[in-house]
Structures are given as C-alpha cells and as structure tokens.
C-alpha cells in the first residue's frame, strides 16, 4: 500500500524559510514523479511544484524563484525548500504522486495525481 507522509511544516515569520519533506513507502520503485499542492482557508487546492523521475523540475508561477524541489531517490522522499515566505504561502500543503515518472500528469493538476499524502500546515505570520 503506498503511502505518503509529509512533515516540517509549522510556523513561521514573514521572510524565513521552511523545508518540507515527503516520504514515499509501499513503492519498491524509487522513480517515479512527485511534487507538491496546497490547500488555503477557503481556497482551492492548487499546484506548488513537482520533479519528475529523472529531476526535471517544474513549478507554479507564484513562486518566483522562492521554492525549490528536490528529491533524493535513495530515500523515495522529495523536499521543498521554502524561502522568503509570505503569509499569502499560509496553507495545508500536500505531496501527491503518479504513477508514472515523467511530469504530464502534473499538467492535469489534481486529477492527474493517483496518490495523496495527509498535509502538513505552513503557517507564515506577518
């Protein structure tokens, strides 16, 4: 059964720096695609960023150069390093997964995704 579990959200000031990670178990293959959604108060969830099987990297708009994805295959785990956070980032942030290494589902957003993890709460305060 394949799951994903996030951590290292939490809270922080307008200006810092947070790293999330997610840990992919149940798969026995380490290559295929992950990235990350969020989820505001009262907003839809949308896409953050995501990395292909082979570390291609792909990412929202919004995050203008802040974010960046990584992913160690030894681990099955991927990472978004978040720097100069705004409180406009305040959100429940998601790692998702195809089953597929390559980015096309990503382009689809959320219906693109065949696994979820739980999210974790970034709080940015003002």
């Known amino acids: 059964q394949v799951q994903l579990v996030e951590s290292g959200g939490g809270l922080v000031q307008a200006g810092g720096s947070l790293r999330l990670s997610c840990a992919d178990s149940?798969?026995?293959?380490?290559?295929?695609?992950m990235g990350w959604f969020r989820q505001a108060p009262g907003k839809e969830r949308e896409f953050v960023a995501a990395?292909?099987?082979?570390?291609?990297?792909y990412y929202a708009g919004f995050v203008e150069g802040r974010f960046t994805i990584s992913r160690d295959n030894t681990k099955n785990a991927v990472y978004l390093q978040m720097n100069n956070l705004k409180p406009e980032d305040t959100a429940v942030y998601s790692c998702?997964?195809?089953?597929?290494?390559?980015?096309?589902?990503?382009?689809?957003?959320?219906?693109?995704?065949?696994?979820w993890g739980k999210g974790t709460l970034v709080t940015v305060s003002s």
């Open positions: 149940g798969r026995t293959f380490s290559g295929y695609a």
């Open positions: 990395i292909s099987g082979g570390g291609i990297k």
């Open positions: 998702a997964a195809p089953s597929v290494r390559d980015l096309a589902p990503f382009f689809r957003g959320i219906s693109g995704m065949d696994y």
